[in-house]
């Protein structure tokens, strides 16, 4: 019989932690629900080597209806539409409402600024699960015959918009060997990827122009229609395809939280990851705001809240001191750049190679088999 219900809104880096070591040390008289829209997780990490042909799209993808099942959980494939807070009790959009007694969410993000009126060539990068085949099916909408021009815009300057303008360059060249592929990527911003050091800008620029890749900075993209975008309000453009890879902006299920909420609609938590008012519910990865210790929306941090929350959530239903998470300054970045070789990036770091690809598959794949039943 169980006592108490724990519910997982969202199976993102930090959830999908709390599933695997559930399987391994179950709480007693505890039941554990998975709550997600798709029967997939999708691991950003491997995303662009997919796209470049070096991954199936298999390898990038935790299977949740098993991973839930190896810990004795059970999924519900739905989206919350309402909470009850008086009962604490879940509504969906198509499943039976849900009594809980502790919350984590970790919804994730999806990308910010996406014009409310767009057209059949854009191609948001989230939700990851469906990106590729979206693509696919934008592609297969536009496939240029020998010896035209196809056009592919990436709106967003930072790393994600870097790493699927190189490898999905690779991917396109292969497709469409006899035609001529145009990738621009455009930035509101004053410069790319603008939160690394000017050394590690310098050598990313390189290695676009070499490649043949345009950057546009300040130029935010204030509409899509089906012909292309238009420029900061006034400058028309056509395009084929436009790839949506922006910072990260709330979803809409946050908001059905009724929870406080940062200026950016994330929910506010305490350093120990709970809700400012309500310390049976967590928000975690791209989900929660650390007023106290902000830090940017990155799956590194995501992972790193694992072990705070899983610790933080038997603390509340055994007893115990909770630990607070004390994000790093700074972390490894690996950039697959399409091409069988990464850019490693570390503080005043950067380097270009081979080896650095192998580095990023080895760690990406370690990951990943802790998930992949």
């Given amino acids: 019989m169980f006592v108490r219900t724990v519910v997982l809104l969202g199976v993102g880096h930090t959830n999908a932690h709390i599933l695997k070591e559930w399987a391994r040390n179950p709480v007693p008289d505890c039941r554990l629900v998975c709550i997600s829209r798709f029967p997939t997780a999708t691991y950003s990490g491997m995303l662009p080597g997919t796209l470049a042909g070096q991954f199936s799209p298999d390898e990038m993808q935790i299977d949740l209806q098993k991973l839930v099942a190896r810990a004795g959980a059970t999924l519900i494939l739905a989206d919350?539409?309402?909470?009850?807070?008086?009962?604490?009790?879940?509504?969906?959009?198509?499943?039976?409402?849900?009594?809980?007694?502790?919350?984590?969410?970790?919804?994730?993000?999806?990308?910010?600024?996406?014009?409310?009126?767009?057209?059949?060539c854009l191609v948001p990068i989230k939700p990851m699960q469906t990106f590729p085949r979206r693509l696919d099916e934008r592609l297969d909408v536009v496939a240029p015959k020998s010896g035209q021009l196809l056009k592919v815009v990436i709106v967003g300057g930072g790393v994600a918009s870097i790493e699927i303008a190189l490898c999905l360059q690779s991917k396109l060249r292969f497709h469409f060997p006899y035609s001529n592929i145009r990738i621009r990527i455009l930035t509101s911003a004053d410069e790319i990827v603008d939160e690394l050091p000017g050394s590690s800008i310098r050598r990313v620029r390189l290695i676009l122009q070499a490649r043949g890749i345009e950057v546009v900075t300040q130029s935010r993209v204030?509409?899509?229609?089906?012909?292309?975008?238009?420029?900061?309000?006034?400058?028309?453009?056509?395009?084929?395809?436009?790839?949506?890879?922006?910072?990260?902006a709330a979803p809409p299920v946050l908001s059905r939280l009724a929870l406080p909420v940062d200026s950016h609609g994330f929910l506010v938590t305490t350093p120990t990851l709970q809700s400012t008012i309500d310390p049976l519910v967590f928000a975690v990865g791209d989900s929660g705001s650390i007023p106290e210790t902000p830090f940017p929306k990155a799956g590194v941090y995501a992972v790193r809240q694992s072990p705070v929350l899983w610790h933080n959530i038997k603390a509340l239903l055994n007893g115990g001191p909770l630990l607070e998470f004390k994000p790093q300054s700074d972390f490894l970045k690996l950039l697959n750049t399409g091409d069988g070789r990464a850019l490693l990036l570390y503080k005043s770091l950067t380097v270009h190679a081979r080896w650095c690809w192998t580095l990023k598959t080895w760690i990406d794949r370690k990951f990943l088999r802790h998930f992949q039943v």
């Fill in 222 to 248: 204030t509409e899509v229609d089906d012909s292309g975008i238009v420029i900061n309000g006034v400058d028309r453009q056509s395009a084929d395809c436009v790839i949506w890879s922006t910072g990260a």
């Fill in 80 to 120: 919350v539409t309402s909470v009850d807070w008086n009962q604490r009790v879940l509504h969906f959009d198509n499943a039976e409402s849900l009594k809980f007694d502790i919350l984590s969410v970790g919804v994730g993000s999806r990308p910010a600024g996406l014009p409310e009126e767009n057209g059949a």
